[in-house]
């Protein structure tokens, strides 16, 4: 048992430990909301692009939504915990802190060793989407209408990819591939965009994949700093017996 005097001098020690974690376990809730934010802007923005890799990669923007939600969830439990000055709540709340930290660790390392496949996956799904492209339009074909006509190309290297299709047989080149919006190519090179796509969407993912893996890097280091707090606030409540009238 602490005595009086001990109890008196820690308390200033602890309630410096519980601001401290206060105003940490609000910047995490804010984390939680910006990656809510940033998973909603990706599945918004970035749709056309997931919709070209595979299945699995459409299911990043929900991960995204998903931990945002967690994150929101768990922070509001630390804030009750910290006013509560809870040590068994304050134990808990680092275990989570814990295991979140650990599947972002291991997320991340496993999008980094198969960062390479992407690229093979985009290109091959992109040329088969081309060579069963229809303007009638299913989810494949409206998403390289609206990547070409975004991003002013045509093809996957460049623009002689469409003469190996039916459509372009049957057809010409989509409309998507006009350098103008009013314009009906049909077979005439001169009217379509002649860089292909695989390039300028390449460039595109790397940048905007590479803001949405800082950010997760950023929330996931700032983890280790709530999980330190919390330990530290726990165990000094624990051995100075410390509680709340």
């Not at 206060?22 to 599945?43: E, M, P, Q, S």
């Amino acid at each position: 048992m602490a005595s009086p005097s001990r109890r008196l001098q820690t308390k200033p020690v602890i309630t410096c430990f519980k601001s401290v974690l206060l105003i940490y376990t609000f910047i995490f809730w804010i984390t939680g909301v910006i990656l809510l934010a940033v998973g909603i802007w990706g599945k918004v923005s970035l749709e056309n692009y997931f919709s070209l890799l595979n299945e699995k990669a459409t299911n990043v923007p929900f991960v995204l939504v998903g931990t945002g939600t967690v994150i929101i969830l768990l922070g509001t439990f630390g804030c009750f915990a910290t006013c509560r000055a809870s040590a068994w709540m304050l134990k808990l709340y680092a275990m989570f802190l814990t295991l979140i930290f650990l599947v972002e660790l291991v997320a991340a390392i496993v999008g980094f060793v198969f960062r390479h496949e992407i690229k093979n996956s985009f290109k091959n799904n992109y040329e088969k989407a081309l060579k069963q492209y229809n303007s009638t339009g299913d989810y494949r074909s409206h998403a390289v209408d609206k990547i070409q006509s975004t991003l002013h190309c045509c093809g996957v290297t460049d623009y002689r990819d469409w003469t190996d299709t039916n459509y372009y047989s049957e057809k010409g080149f989509p409309k998507s591939c006009c350098k103008r919006e009013d314009c009906t190519p049909q077979r005439d090179a001169d009217k379509v965009n002649n860089e292909g796509c695989f390039i300028k969407v390449m460039t595109i993912i790397e940048s905007e994949m590479g803001v949405v893996a800082g950010i997760s890097f950023g929330v996931a280091c700032f983890q280790l700093i709530g999980i330190f707090l919390a330990y530290c606030l726990s165990r000094a409540i624990t051995n100075n017996q410390y509680e709340i009238v």
